[in-house]
């Protein structure tokens, strides 16, 4: 039979080895599950910051790539693609040549703004810069007018970020796309596009030269071709004309041709003239009244051909209130800037009045003064035979001198 | 024979206190965990919170401006003299970033809980509370782009 002090004793040491027993158990549990969720969620904060970075950074990027995408749009649009639409013939840079531009110029910015890109944390972080970007725009939708108001986007691909700390590194390959809206690039693209092919003022300033005019024409034709463009827009846009320059001479005589390119560097632009196409509607043929039968007297003259020559560049500029779009100085109304640029030549573009036997052709003999039924035609000018080519100043402007070129004069309307 | 039961039960007695505390002891510390979970979750759902509205600043453009939040703050900074309100064209009118910013943040953290401050080359804007330091603001802050290939920062506190 137990005694009762080995029945407590036994009592304790049960009690004391169960309660060593769930203090153990208790003890390794936490540290084993306890430190272990604790290192879990330690490493998933860590992967979590490190997202939260890259987020942050795409963030900033797709904002980049809008800001990025206005600016481009904005600096061809005040430019004009730095060419002139017009050069004699039209020259309005192509839905290529400009979605070009406008990408290269877009991948430069958007890289920019990435290369000033950082992060405040303690993590290791590399950048691999845009290679591609391109602004999806069709020509049948550009036609249809689906980019009117924008709505079209443009992608930039093959970026990255590297992000790494001791013992976890993570790339994110970067390709981003971004709706760019409430921007009338296009619309007004569309617009001087037309206006460009049509080419009133290339064939006005043609037209100038075959009628023996000078600067004053030119300024008409430059007002007609501005009311043209200025139709083509709605309500919301509002234009106004500048004259650049323009030249006007004379040349030599006796011979006959259409409107030819001509090549001067008084009033220029850099541009490529492509092989003239463009009749003047005016009659330059000479027309002479022969009389049959030489009377050689000392009142006999010849109406001879006159070389006539004008240039002219003006900077049609249209500006757009509908919407604002993003700059340097806050949100303004886009500008859309293009020169129109011709310079002609048609050798028998005036006609002159000279001796017999200065140029090949007939000799005009007006009748004894008592046999005369009526004056002869009058025609201009009436310089001296022998002398050279000059510059003619038109009377009508008073600002056709050669220096005249950096002095625009804004013509509102 | 007293004596032996005295001892007995003093043994006995030692041993049920110990239990006892020990099982006092381990039930604190489940307390206190729960407390410290319970803190800890709250603060994740706050951190949630911050980081989804900092995200919407980004992503998420109010109706009939087709711009995020983020531009129209920027493009009020930097035009005209008001720096809160931004005219965007005869066909979308104007935008006071102050009232879009605050009705976005109130959503996502509620009144009196949130400062927002935009830091430019051209002005540091601040819409909300004023936040002073304190221990338990959290701070949550992203780089921005500004026109011009400038770069800024947005930062906000929540409390």
Redesign the interface.
């Known amino acids: 039979m137990l005694s009762k002090k080995g029945i407590s004793i036994i009592a304790i040491t049960f009690i004391v080895l169960i309660s060593s027993i769930a203090a153990i158990s208790w003890i390794f549990y936490n540290t084993y599950f306890g430190s272990r969720y604790q290192l879990n969620v330690l490493e998933q904060s860590k992967l979590d910051t490190i997202f939260n970075e890259i987020e942050k950074g795409k963030n900033y990027l797709r904002q980049s790539l809008i800001y990025s995408s206005h600016e481009s749009l904005s600096e061809f649009a005040a430019s004009g693609g730095n060419k002139p639409w017009i050069c004699n013939t039209p020259n309005y840079p192509t839905l290529v040549e400009t979605s070009e531009c406008l990408a290269n110029n877009t991948k430069y910015k958007v890289n920019t703004y990435f290369k000033k890109y950082s992060i405040d944390l303690p993590l290791n972080f590399n950048k691999e810069k845009f290679r591609d970007v391109k602004y999806i725009v069709t020509s049948s939708d550009l036609s249809a007018g689906k980019y009117d108001n924008g709505d079209f986007d443009v992608e930039i691909t093959e970026g990255g970020i590297i992000l790494n700390t001791e013992d976890i590194s993570i790339t994110d390959g970067l390709n981003l796309k971004k709706e760019i809206n409430k921007n009338r690039f296009w619309y007004m693209y569309n617009r001087f596009k037309e206006w460009s092919k049509d080419n009133v003022f290339g064939q006005g300033i043609c037209d100038c030269v075959a009628k023996c005019s000078g600067c004053s024409c030119a300024k008409k034709t430059a007002e007609t071709a501005f009311n043209d463009l200025r139709k083509r827009f709605d309500k919301h846009v509002s234009c106004r004309m500048m004259k650049d320059c323009c030249v006007n001479q004379k040349g030599g005589m006796c011979q006959q041709s259409p409107c030819l390119d001509w090549k001067q560097n008084i009033c220029s632009i850099d541009c490529e003239m492509k092989p003239t196409s463009i009749s003047s509607g005016t009659d330059s043929s000479t027309s002479v009244n022969s009389i049959t039968g030489l009377v050689t007297n000392d009142n006999c003259y010849q109406i001879v051909p006159v070389e006539n020559k004008l240039a002219a560049i003006y900077t049609y500029e249209c500006e757009d209130e509908r919407f604002f779009v993003p700059g340097e100085n806050g949100p303004h109304p886009l500008t859309f800037r293009v020169n129109a640029f011709a310079s002609f030549r048609d050798l028998d573009g005036c006609k002159k009045k000279v001796p017999c036997g200065t140029c090949p052709g007939p000799c005009i003999c007006p009748p004894e003064p008592s046999e005369r039924d009526e004056e002869p035609p009058e025609y201009n000018p009436t310089e001296n035979p022998a002398s050279g080519p000059d510059i003619d100043t038109d009377t009508d402007t008073g600002h056709d001198d050669p220096g005249s070129h950096n002095n625009p004069e804004p013509v509102n309307w | 024979m007293k004596k ?2 005295a001892q ?1 039960f003093i ?2 007695l030692v ?1 049920i206190i ?2 006892v505390l ?1 099982s006092l002891f ?1 039930v604190s510390q489940g307390a206190l965990k729960g407390g410290e979970v319970t803190r800890s979750v709250g603060g994740r759902n706050l951190d949630e919170s911050a ?1 989804l509205a ?2 919407a600043l ?2 998420n453009e109010p109706r009939s401006f ?3 939040y ?2 129209i703050a920027i ?6 003299e008001n720096k809160t309100i ?7 009118g104007v935008a006071s970033s102050k009232q879009l910013l605050t009705s976005l943040f109130n959503d996502y953290l509620g009144e009196d809980r949130w400062g927002l401050k935009i830091e430019t080359s051209n002005a540091n804007i601040a819409y909300g509370n004023r936040i002073s330091k304190r221990e338990d603001v959290y701070n949550y ?9 400038e ?1 800024g920062k947005v930062s906000l506190y929540v409390v």
Do not use: A, C, H, R
């Open positions: 032996g039961f007995e043994g006995f041993v110990s239990v020990l381990f980081n900092l995200m980004f992503n087709d711009k995020t983020i531009e493009d009020s900074i930097y035009q005209g931004v005219f965007y064209g005869k066909d979308v802050e992203s780089k921005i782009p500004l026109p011009g290939d770069i």
